[in-house]
């Protein structure tokens, strides 16, 4: 089935550590995104990407790399300097030539 | 800038009852896009359903609707004969038209519906 597949889906990481949350995506869309969700703020905008090889800084990129090296693929690395890394991570990504957004399932970092 | 508000932080709703959704939002372009997104439990988000900018007429798929008010820049969500199933945060989101890099999803702050039996 076609579809946004994240994972981990639960990660937990140390103060200090490199984190990289995966994205793979078989729908053949161009366009990937990167959303955070924090409780009482919706979804704030970290990256995206409208081809390959090419990537956009979004609201609250300090702190995060992206890459996309492959059409399917568009992986988020949560650094240490991303000072409250803690949250509800979204990808989605979008078929050219639609406003709709397509989600994956999330995943949940946390910081010990 | 573009801002998206909704300004129902948790709603309840009977099952088999109506319940609506407010949503507000502030652009200055005139073609746009508007969607209403559901986040069950699960947190995977699903689209209800979206509305263009330059249609008059609301969208509607099955028990969902929309009121679009397109001077009031106001968007709303009517969900009729609620069920179980619908509990879930909602969440109302622009988008500016195609074209650019840069025609990102707004999103607003979500309302949490509740739907009792």
């Known amino acids: 089935d076609g579809g946004i597949t994240q994972s981990p889906k639960y990660l937990f990481r140390k103060e200090g550590q490199n984190v990289t949350l995966s994205c793979e995506q078989n729908?053949?869309?161009?366009?990937m995104y990167w959303y955070r969700q924090d409780p009482g703020q919706g979804l704030r905008l970290i990256y995206y990407?409208?081809?390959?090889?090419?990537?956009q800084k979004g609201d609250i990129a300090e702190g995060y790399s992206v890459s996309r090296e492959k059409k399917e693929s568009f992986p988020l690395t949560v650094t240490s300097a991303q000072k409250n890394p803690t949250a509800f991570y979204l990808c989605?990504?979008?078929?050219?030539?639609?406003?709709?957004?397509?989600f994956g399932e999330g995943s949940r970092l946390t910081v010990l | 800038a573009q801002t998206v508000t909704q300004s129902q932080p948790e709603m309840s709703v009977q099952e088999a009852e109506t319940v609506t959704l407010s949503c507000t939002y502030d652009t200055s372009e005139s073609d746009y896009y508007l969607f209403w997104y559901k986040q069950p439990p699960s947190r995977q988000m699903i689209l209800v359903i979206r509305?263009?900018?330059?249609?008059?007429q609301n969208a509607t798929e099955n028990r969902f609707s929309v009121n679009f008010q397109k001077a009031a820049k106001s968007f709303s969500l009517k969900i009729s004969d609620s069920q179980l199933g619908d509990a879930a945060m909602y969440f109302c989101?622009?988008?500016?038209?195609?074209?650019?890099?840069?025609?990102?999803?707004?999103f607003g702050t979500g309302t949490l519906l509740a739907v009792q039996p």
């Open positions: 990407s409208q081809i390959v090889n090419d990537f």
């Open positions: 729908l053949n869309h161009d366009a």
């Open positions: 989605a990504s979008r078929p050219i030539g639609s406003g709709e957004l397509f």
């Open positions: 509305q263009e900018a330059y249609k008059q």
């Open positions: 989101a622009y988008r500016k038209s195609l074209g650019g890099a840069t025609n990102k999803l707004i």
